[in-house]
């Protein structure tokens, strides 16, 4: 049950109406986490803003979900989970790259070295170790790569802390934490 309300589209009124009609225009629907971000337009405006932007980052849509699904998953946030899940599952990401994710691997060692990253600096809340830079940087990420990681985390736990505290009921097909209320961390 929500905690903070989820404002109605059709009844939504100035800069929330606004913003909802450009999210319903894009995706054919205003899921909950956006109703629930209406409350406050301009925090709205500057979660679409940062999104659109890393949109047109340097990872693909593939792996800015997967880094939104290791995210979650170190958070625990259920709605995110189910979300980019399902956003990924859209965009081919199989279920054992879903899976995968979630625990910061991927078939792909570039994906997987950013997912560690991302896991860690959730886990350590942004207090990496030199040692894990470095090993980033040998892995070749590059200090963009690492920026740019730091943004995608920085989005992802807005969500997951917004999700938590609202209670956001979720409008996906529903996917739990693996080990709610655990921290993990495969860091280095």
Known sequence: MNRISQ???QTATGPAKTL???VQG????VPNLIRVLGNAPAALKGYLNFSAALGDGGFAPKVREQIA???AEANHCAYCLSAHSFIG?????T???LTDARQATAADQRTETILKLAQSIVVRRGELEPTELDQA???GLTDSDIVETVAHVALNIFSNYINHIAGTVIDFPEVAPVHPGVA???CA
Do not use: E, M, N, W
């Not at 894009?26 to 629907?29: D, E, H, M, Q």
């Not at 599952?89 to 990401?93: A, C, D, S």
């Open 95 to 97: 279920r054992q790259d």
């Open 69 to 71: 699904l290791a995210v």
């Open 26 to 29: 894009k995706l054919g629907v």
């Open 184 to 186: 993990s961390c495969d």
């Open 89 to 93: 599952g859209k965009l081919g990401l």
């Open 7 to 9: 404002l109605d589209p």
């Open 20 to 22: 909802f009609d450009g």
């Open 137 to 139: 940087r040998r892995a």
